[in-house]
């Protein structure tokens, strides 16, 4: 994705951020820092385009270090000024980082440090979660904070299609696959109509 030098700068502010915090905590692996704008930075950006025009609520849920939500909130921010982000997490000092991130590139974004179960339904427009939890489980928490007639978006692995298939025995759902450009294996789950099986 083509990004202004505005938004540039601040991704470049944002990893500064990421690698002085993480002599402290643990925000990524650390065996992934060093490739951290080919691996959380990209595979983050891949989502933010798939983000839907009518949207003005975006949700993400286990953030961590802020992938995707932070890297989604600074690259849609000039575009889509519109759009608010939350980020859930509830490991506090990762929650410092990631407010932290927010003051240090402008980009205004919500942190809500808490159990995602524990946070009131957030009726998202758009949902996203990395690394959190297999399918089955995210339906749950998308069950929770995604509106009726949101999308959620879920980058997967190389066992993607078992994880689909174990989440079909409970949910019901529309789902279309965008290849990552960052693994061949690995795919985002675009999931729509959630409901009960
Ligand atoms: C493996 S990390 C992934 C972080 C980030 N999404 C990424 O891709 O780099 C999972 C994160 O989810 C958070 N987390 C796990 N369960 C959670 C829950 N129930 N509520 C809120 N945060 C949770 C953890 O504290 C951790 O920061």
């Not at 700068?9 to 820092?33: C, D, G, H, M």
């Not at 992938?67 to 000024?81: C, D, N, T, Y």
């Not at 519109?82 to 932290?100: G, N, P, Y």
Request: proline share 4%; glycine share 4%; hydrophobic share 40%.
């Amino acid at each position: 994705m083509n990004v202004s030098r505005e938004t540039s700068e601040r991704l470049a502010t944002y990893l500064e951020l990421l690698k002085k915090w993480s002599k402290k905590i643990n925000l990524v692996s650390p065996a992934s820092l060093k490739d951290a704008r080919s691996r959380h930075f990209a595979d983050s950006i891949q989502l933010a385009r798939l983000c839907k025009e009518s949207a003005k609520t975006w949700v993400d849920l286990g953030s961590g270090g802020g992938f995707p939500g932070a890297v989604v909130a600074i690259v849609l921010a000039e575009e889509r000024p519109d759009l608010s982000m939350t980020l859930v997490e509830s490991d506090q000092r990762k929650c410092a980082f990631l407010r932290s991130v927010s003051r240090e590139t402008s980009v205004p974004f919500n942190v809500i440090a808490k159990r995602i179960e524990d946070v009131a339904p957030l009726k998202a427009d758009m949902l996203s979660a990395r690394a959190l939890a297999p399918l089955t489980d995210l339906c749950t928490f998308a069950e929770r904070h995604l509106h009726k007639d949101g999308t959620a978006l879920f980058p997967k692995g190389a066992k993607w299609v078992d994880e689909v298939k174990t989440a079909q025995k409970k949910w019901r759902f529309s789902l279309q696959t965008h290849t990552s450009e960052t693994s061949p294996e690995a795919v985002i789950l675009e999931i729509g109509e959630l409901s009960r099986a």
